[in-house]
Each structure stands twice: as C-alpha cells, then as structure tokens.
C-alpha cells in the first residue's frame, strides 16, 4: 500500500495552501460549504508562522518570507496509520527563533518515550 501524496509532502502542501491563500484548497469540492455571514477559510493576510499537524509528519518550509510548518503529532502510529503506511514523526519539536524567523531542526523529544 503507498502513502498518500499529501502526507509525503507535508511541506508542498503547506506552500500551496498559503498561495492559493485558502486553508482548505478543496473544501467544498465534495462537502458543502455552510451558509456563514464570514467565510473562514480565506487567508486575507499571511501570517509569521502558519502551523498545522493534522497529517502527523513534520515539515518545514518558507513561502515568501513566512515560516510554514507542520508540526507533527504527540501519539505514535495508530492502527489507521499502520494500515495506511502512513509514518507518523510523533515528539519532534520545530523550534523557531523568534527575531530572526530561522527554523531549526526538529528538537525530539522521543527518547523520553
């Protein structure tokens, strides 16, 4: 079984999501979109930092200045992703300079476990 291309590329994905300004590119494509006063999902201004972790893999990467990452997971693999082949980075740490936006290697905190 191979693993889904989005979470190979954690980090694509997060450049893509911030130019095409919308957190969810395909929302809608298949779910309804809710009749909302204020649509959500449109990013007006880009943010310093856009973190997310729903694919359970670290990912580092900048799009125009700003530090995109994806910061993992806490668990371990769970049945779902044993079965998928989908290896999760559980316990990595982004650590992110504030004053100068640099983003160092993931600080692990795995051998705690």
């Not at 668990?75 to 998928?84: A, D, L, N």
Request: charged residues 20%; contains cysteine.
């Amino acid at each position: 079984m191979r693993v889904p291309s989005i979470i190979q590329r954690a980090r694509k994905a997060k450049v893509e999501m911030l130019r095409r300004r919308h957190l969810s590119p395909i929302y809608g494509d298949t779910v309804s979109i809710a009749p909302e006063h204020q649509y959500h999902y449109v990013i007006n201004k880009l943010p310093s930092i856009p973190q997310c972790g729903h694919v359970h893999t670290v990912g580092i990467a900048r799009y125009k200045g700003v530090a995109a990452i994806n910061s993992g997971t806490w668990q371990f693999p769970s049945k779902f992703q044993k079965k998928m082949n989908i290896p999760p980075t559980p316990a990595a740490v982004p650590i992110v300079d504030m004053a100068t936006m640099k983003v160092r290697n993931s600080f692990s905190l795995r051998r705690f476990y």
